[in-house]
C-alpha cells in the first residue's frame, strides 16, 4: 500500500511509520515539526536525543533498503498543498496523528486553547474537504482518544463508539436509534477529538469516505521493534509536565531519584496501551477498512485499565521510589471506575503486552541512560485547568520554596 502519514515525526508516528515501512508499505510522512517547536517553546527536550527528520528516514534507508519519504507539511494550514500532494500520491490510506496531543498543554492559557483547537479541528477538517473534493478512496485512520468518553462508568462498560438509545415516540411508542457515544472531554484538546468524530461522521455519510477513527487510552513504552534496530532510530520519551503520560513519567520519575507526582488521591483510572501495541493495532486497522457508505468504524485501542495510585505503587516496589500526592492541577474525578470493550482489536488476532515488570525495567534502564538529560525543574505539572485550581498549585510549589523542584 501507499500509505500517508500525516505526523509521522511524534511519538506514536515515528514507530508506526517504522513498522509500516518494514512490512513493505510505502510510506510518506506529512508533518510540520510543530512538537519541536513546542519543546523549544517549553525550554524541554525528549528524553532520549532525537535526529532531525531527515537524518531518521537517511539512517532507517540505511539500516533497512526501505525509503521514508518526508514532506514538511502544516496539514492545518497549509490546504492547497496538501491537497496537490495528496492528489499526486493517490494513497491507499492516511493515517493521521497530526494534532496538538497534551491535555496539559491546551490548558496552560488562552493562546494554548486556541491553538489546539484551530490545529486539530483545521487539520481534520482539510484531510476531509481535500478527500472528499479530490474523489480519494483512501482510508483515512485516525487517532482518537478514550478520554472523548468522559472516565465515568454507569456501572456499564464503555462500547466501542456507538450506543443503541431508546427514545419514546410521540404515540407512545418506542423508538431505537444508533448515537455516537455522549461525549463528555476533560480538557480542550480532548474536546478537539470529540469535534473530530462529528467531523468523520458528517462525511462518512454525505460523501462516502472511509474512516477508522481509534479510541485511545495513554500510550507507554519508548522501543518497538523498529526504533530498536539503531540509536539513531530512537523514539521520542516525553517527561516533563506537559507531554509526559503518567506511567512514562512515574518510570522516569523513579529512575532519577525524583518522588512519584501523584495528582490527588490517584483514584483516576484510566486505559493503557504499550506503544508496541498501539503500533500493531494500526497495522490491523489498516487491514480492516470499512467499505465507501459505511458508517465510522470506531475501535477501542487499549488493553487494561489502572488506577494511578496502583501504577505509582507498582512503580514504588520495582525501584523504590517514594511517592508523593500532591495537588491535582486537573479539574476531574478524584475516584473513578472505568470499564471499557476491546472485543475488535481481540478479534482481529492483538495478543496484548500487559504491564510486567520486565518491560517497565526496560524503560527505568533506557531513563537511567539518559537522566542526564532531565532538567528537574520540568517535572512537576503545573498548568491548572482553572485559576483558582492554579492558585492552589502555586502556594503548594512556593509553600515547598521551591520553584518547581521538590
Ligand atoms: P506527538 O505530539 O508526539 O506527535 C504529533 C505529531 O504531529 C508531531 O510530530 C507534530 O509535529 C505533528 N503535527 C501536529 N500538528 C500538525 C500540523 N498541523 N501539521 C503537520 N503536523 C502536525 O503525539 P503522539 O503522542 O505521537 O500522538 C499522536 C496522536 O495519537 C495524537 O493525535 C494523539 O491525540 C493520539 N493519542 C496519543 C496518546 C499518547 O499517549 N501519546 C494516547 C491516545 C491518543
Ligand atoms: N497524572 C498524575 N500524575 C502525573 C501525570 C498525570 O497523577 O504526573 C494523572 C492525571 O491527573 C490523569 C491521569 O494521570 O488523571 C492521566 O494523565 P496523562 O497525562 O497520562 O494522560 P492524559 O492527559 O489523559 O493524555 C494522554 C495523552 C493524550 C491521550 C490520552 C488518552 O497525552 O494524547 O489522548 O492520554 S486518555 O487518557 O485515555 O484519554
Not at 518510570?251 to 490527588?264: D, E, F, K, N, S
Request: hydrophobic residues 40%.
Amino acid at each position: 500500500m501507499k500509505i500517508v502519514v500525516l505526523g509521522g515525526d511524534g511519538f506514536v508516528g515515528w514507530p508506526t511509520t517504522l513498522h509500516l515501512s518494514n512490512l513493505g508499505h510505502e510510506v510518506h510522512i506529512f508533518d510540520n515539526l510543530s512538537r519541536r517547536w513546542i519543546d523549544t517553546e517549553l525550554g524541554v527536550q525528549s528524553l532520549t536525543p532525537m535526529d532531525s527528520i531527515q537524518e531518521r528516514t537517511r539512517i532507517w534507508h540505511e539500516v533497512t533498503g526501505h525509503r521514508v519519504q518526508f514532506h514538511l507539511i502544516d496539514v492545518a494550514k497549509d490546504y492547497e498543498i496538501l491537497k496537490a500532494r495528496l492528489e499526486q500520491l493517490q494513497p491507499d490510506a492516511i493515517i493521521h496523528f497530526a494534532e496538538q496531543r497534551a491535555a496539559p498543554y491546551s490548558m496552560k492559557s488562552d493562546r494554548h486553547k486556541v491553538y489546539t483547537v484551530n490545529n486539530n479541528v483545521s487539520a481534520t477538517h482539510n484531510v476531509l474537504a481535500a478527500m472528499a473534493e479530490l474523489g480519494l478512496t483512501s482510508h483515512l485512520v485516525h487517532l482518537g482518544t478514550m478520554g472523548v468518553y468522559g472516565y465515568s462508568t454507569v456501572g456499564a462498560a464503555i462500547p466501542e463508539g456507538y450506543l443503541t438509545a431508546r427514545i419514546e415516540t410521540m404515540d407512545g411508542g418506542e423508538a431505537e436509534q444508533e448515537i455516537l457515544y455522549p461525549t463528555r472531554p476533560g480538557s480542550v484538546y480532548h474536546m478537539t477529538k470529540s469535534l473530530d468524530q462529528i467531523l468523520f461522521q458528517f462525511y462518512a455519510q454525505n460523501d462516502g469516505l472511509r474512516i477508522t477513527d481509534l479510541h485511545q487510552g495513554v500510550v507507554w513504552g519508548t522501543h518497538t521493534q523498529e526504533t530498536r534496530l539503531h540509536d539513531q532510530l530512537i523514539n521520542r520519551f516525553d517527561y516533563d509536565g506537559d507531554y509526559g503520560t503518567v506511567l512514562n513519567r512515574f518510570l522516569i520519575q523513579a529512575a532519577v531519584g525524583h518522588p512519584l507526582t501523584v495528582h490527588g488521591t490517584g483514584g483516576q483510572t484510566r486505559a493503557f496501551i504499550h506503544i508496541q501495541d498501539s503500533v500493531r493495532c494500526i497495522e490491523l486497522a489498516l487491514a480492516d477498512a470499512p467499505k465507501p457508505g459505511d458508517r465510522v468504524k470506531i475501535f477501542n485501542q487499549m488493553t487494561e485499565t489502572h488506577k494511578v495510585r496502583d501504577l505509582a505503587g507498582l512503580v514504588s516496589r520495582l525501584t523504590g521510589a517514594e511517592i508523593r500526592n500532591l495537588p491535582n492541577p486537573r479539574k476531574e474525578a478524584a475516584e473513578n471506575d472505568l470499564v471499557v470493550r476491546n472485543d475488535q482489536f481481540l478479534a482481529l488476532g492483538l495478543d496484548p503486552i500487559r504491564l510486567q515488570d520486565g518491560l517497565l525495567s526496560e524503560i527505568v534502564e533506557v531513563a537511567r541512560k539518559y537522566a542526564h538529560r532531565v532538567d528537574r525543574s520540568r517535572i512537576r505539572a503545573v498548568s491548572a485547568w482553572t485559576r483558582e485550581i492554579g492558585s492552589t498549585v502555586v502556594r503548594d510549589v512556593e509553600g515547598k520554596g521551591l520553584k518547581s523542584v521538590f
